[in-house]
């Protein structure tokens, strides 16, 4: 059964730095894209960062360029999303998300898992 558990949301102030893991099990970590999206209240739910099979490629929305950083862990099967200098608009329920083999997560429609997802809310 595959898995995938997101930590580390919590409530913070504007200019704060987070990070956030997804620890995943189940499934064969070296073969999955992993992926970070997020959904604010009443927005859609939309692409955050994305990171590859190997690790060398990395993406990001330019929302957050220059002040998110994704990194995985081979052994921990775990990737994680540092987030430094967060606004009030960063505020979204965060959800890891994982796709076979794919080049890079950069849409929902290309994640073949998801996890239940992490409260962020970053107070003015």
């Known amino acids: 059964q595959v898995q995938l558990v997101e930590s580390g949301g919590g409530l913070v102030q504007a200019g704060d730095s987070l990070t956030l893991s997804c620890a995943t099990s189940g499934l064969a970590f070296s073969s999955y894209a992993m992926g970070w999206f997020r959904q604010g209240p009443g927005k859609e739910r939309e692409f955050v960062t994305a990171?590859?099979?190997?690790?060398?490629?990395?993406v990001y929305a330019d929302s957050v360029k220059g002040r998110f950083t994704m990194s995985r862990d081979y052994a921990k099967k775990t990737v994680y999303l540092q987030m430094n200098s967060l606004k009030p608009e960063d505020t979204a329920v965060y959800y890891c998300?994982?796709?076979?083999?794919?080049?890079?997560?950069?849409?929902?429609?290309?994640?073949?898992?998801w996890g239940q997802g992490t409260q962020v809310t970053v107070s003015s």
């Open positions: 990171i590859s099979l190997s690790g060398g490629r990395m």
């Open positions: 998300a994982a796709g076979w083999r794919k080049a890079v997560l950069s849409t929902p429609s290309e994640a073949d898992y």
